[in-house]
């Protein structure tokens, strides 16, 4: 019994050192140059690891919202959401010079970490097609035919992916989701290229839709900085491994009904 009470004592210890997350000066320099954490994040009609929805007041909510409030509180810093239509418009944002952002939340491809700097996994999904109820389509490997036009996301892990394992299909890269989910309703595209997390939400809204079997990619969604701050993502991995043990990441995901599994501790997508 004293052996147990002083683990549990010791567990309380180390998470309540998680949660404090401190950073000297130079990283808090490097982390927010301008005194107010900057974290961008995709926002869409659907959910998921990586995207966030628009609420009816205009604010974003979300997983990655989550985590960037999490952030700036453990850093006592103030925060600034800066919304985008993708995760290539994330990633080119964060590219720029000077980033548009100080810290981030994607999905990880080596052309994109190849542009940004990648922490951990927090969260590893599947990337799938959603189709028509009277689509031939029944796997995602029944997208690599002749005539099958695919829509996705432009710059996105997602369409590249897609891309790579169906070259026989027609692809439709779109400026944003709702501009994907709009071509889809009006028939010009027969199948979406999404997480499948995202898709399961926007089944709600097209009558009659359906998620094929199988999928054509695997992917984790990690914390990312701009390149050439490593102060700033040690930092990030420390937060992002604390948030994944103390279990901010979890309710971060129960809180927009995502039930998928938060990434293994040191969890790291190939080509981060």
């Known amino acids: 019994m004293r052996r147990r009470t002083l683990l549990a004592a010791t567990g309380g210890l180390l998470a309540t050192r998680a949660a404090a997350q401190p950073a000297d000066a130079a990283t808090r320099a490097e982390l927010a140059p301008s005194g107010t954490l900057r974290v961008g994040i995709g926002v869409g009609p659907a959910a998921s690891a990586f995207w966030a929805l ?12 989550t985590l ?5 509180r453990r850093l006592g810093l103030p925060l600034q959401v800066v919304a985008f239509p993708s995760s290539g418009a994330v990633t080119e944002a964060g590219a720029s010079a000077p980033p548009g952002w100080d810290l981030s939340f994607m999905p990880v491809d080596a052309e994109r970490a190849a542009r940004v700097a990648f922490g951990p996994d927090y969260y590893l999904s599947v990337s799938t097609y959603l189709v028509a109820g009277n689509s031939p389509l029944r796997h995602a490997d029944d997208a690599n035919r002749d005539g099958v036009r695919v829509g996705g996301v432009a710059g996105t892990t997602t369409l590249r992916a897609a891309q790579r394992a169906h070259p026989r299909a027609t692809f439709v890269a779109t400026a944003g989701l709702d501009e994907m989910v709009a071509k889809f309703q009006a028939g010009e595209v027969d199948a979406v290229a999404l997480g499948r997390e995202s898709l399961e939400s926007l089944l709600p809204r097209l009558s009659g839709a359906r998620i094929v079997d199988g999928h054509f990619h695997a992917l984790g969604t990690a914390v990312a900085v701009p390149r050439g701050r490593p102060l700033a993502l040690a930092w990030a991995t420390a937060f992002i491994e604390a948030a994944k043990a103390d279990g ?11 039930g998928g599994p938060v990434a293994p501790a040191g969890s790291r997508t190939a080509g981060a």
């Open 54 to 65: 628009r609420q009816p007041d205009g604010s974003p909510r979300g997983v990655t919202v």
């Open 68 to 72: 960037a409030e999490e952030a700036a």
């Open 248 to 258: 901010t990441v979890r309710r971060a995901l129960d809180g927009v009904g995502i």
